[in-house]
């Protein structure tokens, strides 16, 4: 298996919210969970999400500890593991209060390790 260079991860894991954020973002909760195809795909791209942030290097997420890169894997493997008890309030929640902030830390993680590697 070829290691990805961590900026590449990061613009996965930035293109996976922008699809969340694209399916979810003129919906309501009510909205969200009678659409089963939209949350099937939100769901998808959460569990992307997860296994992404496995594949940044330690040296990065040490660094950027405010982060919890942990809770972010762990809510992939819960959605994979417990698929049928998932839980779409939480999902929504990670959704619409979570993933905004998120993506504002890849975005300045990424633009940081574009400015150490010209």
Not at 8 to 29: A, E, S
Not at 61 to 66: I, L, R, S, V, Y
């Amino acid at each position: 298996m070829s290691e990805r260079k961590p900026s590449v991860i990061i613009k996965d894991i930035l293109n996976c919210i922008d699809h969340i954020q694209m399916y979810t973002g003129n919906l309501t909760f009510t909205d969200f969970s009678a659409n089963f195809m939209v949350a099937e795909a939100c769901l998808y791209n959460i569990q992307v999400i997860g296994e992404a942030v496995s594949r940044i290097p330690d040296e990065i997420k040490e660094t950027e500890n405010q982060i919890p890169w942990q809770l972010i894997r762990g809510m992939r493997n819960r959605l994979i593991h417990e698929y049928f008890g998932t839980d779409l309030q939480l999902v929504w929640n990670v959704i619409k209060n979570e993933l905004p902030s998120f993506r504002d830390e890849l975005e300045r993680i990424n633009n940081s390790l574009k400015i150490q590697n010209r």
